[in-house]
Structure formats: C-alpha cells, structure tokens
Nanobody, 124 residues
Framework: QVQLVESGGGLVQAGGSLRLSCAAI????????MGWYRQAPGKQRELVAAITSGGSTNYADSDENRFTISRDNAKNTVYLQMNSLKPEDTAVYYC??????????????????WGQGTQVTVSS
C-alpha cells in the first residue's frame, strides 16, 4: 500500500557531493519521522540522519557538518544532501519513514517502512 522510492545514489570521487531523494507513494494519511540509514559491507545498518514532521533534525555525530536532511511535506519526500564525501561513506543508503496509512474507508494504521536502498560509492 505504501512504497518508498529512492533515487540519487551513484559513484562520486572523494570530496564530491550527492543528493539522495526518497518519495513516499500510496494511501498516506500522514508521515511522522523520516530518515536515512546506511549499511556498509560487513557492518550493521546505522542512522545517518532523521527529521520529524515539524522539521527537527538529528544527525550521526560524524555526519552532522557534511550532511543535510530536509523534507517536502507536500511531496511526501525526504532528501539527504551529502557534501565532502569520503570513501568511508560508501554504503547502501536506505530511506525510512513512519507512515500512517488508510486501509479501506475508515481504518488507519501506522507502520514503519523501508526503501529498497541506493548504492553510494565514493572513490579515493
């Protein structure tokens, strides 16, 4: 009923920039927190940044000065602007959102959703 569609990953040289986008599509009543996580080979998935519906943000300590998370509530879309990329930023980046959906005519339910992931590769 709901999909998170990510785009914007790719290959970039160290010091470069990328902008990731994630659009939520479906029978959406409202979207609460949205965020980006990443998982490098052999490592656990970790939070990169998160943003509430009101615009409050939270960043992993190591990324706060290089990454910027934002959202367009009208488009149900969250963005991650990544600057000064480093090889250690190489990972699959996943979008995450807590979404309240409409089921049928009168039932609503809040679920946690994940995108399919987009690869970010930073070469040295």
């Amino acid at each position: 009923q709901v999909q998170l569609v990510e785009s914007g990953g790719g290959l970039v040289q160290a010091g470069g920039s990328l902008r990731l986008s994630c659009a939520a599509i479906g029978s959406i009543v409202s979207i609460n927190a949205m965020g980006w996580y990443r998982q490098a080979p052999g490592k656990q998935r970790e939070l990169v940044a998160a943003i509430t519906s009101g615009g409050s943000t939270n960043y992993a300590d190591s990324d706060e000065n290089r990454f910027t998370i934002s959202r367009d509530n009208a488009k149900n879309t969250v963005y991650l602007q990544m600057n000064s990329l480093k090889p250690e930023d190489t990972a699959v980046y996943y979008c995450n959102a807590e979404i309240t959906i409409l089921i049928g005519l009168t039932t609503i339910r809040t679920n946690n959703y994940w995108g399919q992931g987009t690869q970010v590769t930073v070469s040295s």
